[in-house]
């Protein structure tokens, strides 16, 4: 099992040693509006880390109700802010805000998400600026473990621009977590086990929960399951808990390798957060990242 605490505290004990050495601690503010659950569940691990690692930090929560040019207003301030590196608008936004045009106001030297067109194109360009936090934590996770991704075939399922593609393109980039031979999967994507069966890694990212069964999968692959999708089960207090994209049973003894939902990618979303924080920190103060 692949799992991601181990590495989320390796990565926050590197930040801590940084931050005990630096003039003043970089800053992430996050914006959160409507009441969404799992939203603010994000949110306190973001507080959480921070916290932990020594960061400022600030949580921006604004009713639903709250109209966009708000939420522009108050984005435009934290660019404007010297004390904040970087700014995280939690998604999906509410009904009623142009969440692209939010996107959009984000200074990209502050986009830690790393979502803004003009991080994207770098890294398209294959000169990232901020990689997206969970490719950049799958990939995290795959080197901690010693998972190679050189000469090796990948396929992706999923082609979100939060996931799908920017996990697709930085394995294809040169490099020691990349020169993979990849395949992007998706809804129209024919006979998706005969593709997904025929690769040494597959990364489960479709939000479609238990969605890949053994028969997607070659003995002796690994698997990352990017999902988290909540399923019924009257066993627990809550009524509820959450599964990944893939079936965890039917693989389970198949794949050499496999991440636990939850514990896997999750923690390691967090860390790169943090991370690319404080990249946007070091180049802000000149310092080598």
Known sequence: M???APVRDAVFAELKAKVASVRRPPGLAVV????DAASAVYVSHKEKGCEEVGFHHVTHRLPA?????EVLALVARLNADPAIDGILVQLPLPAGIDQEAVLLAVDPRKDVDGFHPANLGALVSGRPRFVPCTPKGVLRLLAHYDITTRGKRVAVVG???IVGRPVSLLLSLKGVMGDATVTMCHSATRDLPAVTSACD???AAIG???FLGADAIAPGAVVVDVGINRIDDPTRPSGQRLVGDVDEAAVKGRAAALTPVPGGVGPMTIAMLLENTWEAY?????IDV
Do not use: F, Y
Request: glycine share 20%.
């Open 282 to 286: 070091a180049r802000a103060e000149g």
């Open 201 to 203: 890694i597959v990364i």
């Open 2 to 4: 692949l799992k991601g």
């Open 65 to 69: 109700s709250t109209p966009g040019g």
């Open 208 to 210: 479609a929960p238990r």
């Open 32 to 35: 959160l509006v409507g009441d």
């Open 159 to 161: 082609r979100s621009v």
